[in-house]
């Protein structure tokens, strides 16, 4: 009996720590079952189960020291010496907040003072005339970053496993929360609020389980584009630049954000509507819509109507940068072609030329600008998950 509580107590001991970490951290298997309140369960009580374990573990070495068999009592010990290294590995180690720690310090350029290159890739935000750039190079590291712009608090997040860039107001009830990452569910980032301990997905901004379970941050409208064209339209706008502590691990997304990386979890497939190919992911009156990374860079832009939207998607020159409008103007829903240097729109109907920024600087439809409507690129595989019904 003794000898069954000492396997029942390190089984325990084991399974708290190894399957804590195991369901939300990207492992062989880990991602693609719906274990999430499992794991959340064990993640808030493992200190009630490791007190459990230790204590029928206990229970039963005591029969063991008592036992003159001395190869038993090593292997005993040896047990004992290798969940101190599972309770190191799995708690100190591999966590996620202790894998990808946030800016130490947190400074930001203009004008010559930004050492950030144009052509890195960033999310920007504009609030009430304050613009931010936050290169994804830095923030696909940290996975978030808190800041304020303005009198309101943002918290830009990145997922490169998903590559999935979203803005959010870090509120809770009413009250300003700080959020840590505590890993991920189905590949994509989750963080923890510190309040309620909650766990938030990502992608949507969404609590998915803990006492908030069903909750939604609110979505900060936020776009992707090289820090050159993010700069056309905002000349003033301030650059996160570099933490010097964290260098190297810079060094190591460099080749993230053109779709270069090698690892398996954040490669690009170049090919179209495979797990890592890049969409443009759109929703709009609850409709989602994908569409092809491939095929908008081989078109230069794409028209289309989402519930009463009538879209049009471009990209810029350096094949990086897009752009996502609606194309009703004055009531009347544009048709467009590109311009024969394919730097321009010009609109059937009247034949005025838009620039790149959605803004027409020729003919009679000269000062609109076509109004922007929130959209995203990421892989397939990330947008298919969290928007099951997506049309493409």
């Known amino acids: ?22 369901f939300i951290m990207p492992m062989p298997g880990s991602q693609e079952a719906n274990t999430i309140d499992l794991a959340y369960f064990i993640g808030r009580n493992s200190w ?18 008592r036992n003159k068999s001395r190869w038993k009592k090593i292997i005993l010990i040896f047990f004992f010496l290798l969940y101190g290294f599972v309770v190191y590995l799995f708690n100190f180690v591999m966590e996620a907040d202790k894998m990808f720690d946030q800016p130490r310090t947190k400074i930001f350029a203009s004008g010559k003072e930004n050492k950030v290159a144009d052509s890195k890739l960033i999310i920007g935000i504009s609030i009430n005339g304050i613009a931010k750039a936050y290169p994804v190079q830095f923030i696909g590291y940290h996975h978030q970053v808190a800041d304020s712009i303005g009198n309101t608090s943002v918290m830009v997040t990145y997922c490169t496993v998903c ?20 890993g991920m569910d189905h590949f994509n ?18 609590a998915i389980t803990g006492p908030l379970k069903g909750a939604s941050l609110k979505e900060i409208p936020s776009q992707q584009m090289t820090l050159a ?30 779709g270069l990386s090698k690892g ?15 969409v443009i992911g759109i929703i709009h ?39 996502t409008w609606s194309r009703m103007v004055n009531g009347i829903p544009l048709r467009f072609k590109k311009s024969t240097e394919g730097y321009y729109l010009l609109d059937q109907q ?29 892989f397939w595989h990330s947008w298919q998950n969290f928007h099951p019904q997506t049309k493409r």
């Open 48 to 65: 009630l189960l490791r007190i459990v374990g230790l204590l029928l573990a206990t229970f039963g070495a005591v029969a063991v020291f």
């Open 163 to 182: 590559r999935t860039g979203r803005v959010f107001e870090p509120v809770v009830n009413g009250k300003k929360e700080t959020f840590r990452l505590v």
């Open 229 to 258: 064209a993010w700069k056309r339209s905002y000349p003033n706008t301030l650059v996160l630049q570099p933490d010097t502590d964290f260098a190297e691990q810079y060094k190591k997304m460099e080749t993230f954000e053109k």
């Open 350 to 378: 009247t034949g005025s030329i838009w620039n790149e920024d959605g803004q027409c600087i020729s003919g009679s439809l000269s000062g609109n600008r076509l109004a922007r409507v929130q959209s995203y690129q990421e």
């Open 189 to 206: 980032a989750m963080f923890e609020d510190a309040t309620t301990k909650s766990w938030w997905q990502q992608a949507t901004g969404v």
């Open 1 to 22: 009996m003794r000898n069954f509580l000492l396997v029942i107590g390190l089984f325990i001991l084991f399974a708290t720590e190894i399957l804590r970490v195991y």
């Open 264 to 278: 398996k979890l954040t490669k690009r497939d170049s090919s179209s509507w495979q797990p890592k190919s890049w």
């Open 285 to 323: 009156n609850q409709e989602a819509k994908a569409y092809d990374w491939n095929q908008l860079q081989e078109k230069r832009m794409i028209e289309d109507s989402l519930r009463n939207l009538p879209l049009l998607i471009t990209i810029e020159k350096d094949n990086t940068s897009f752009h």
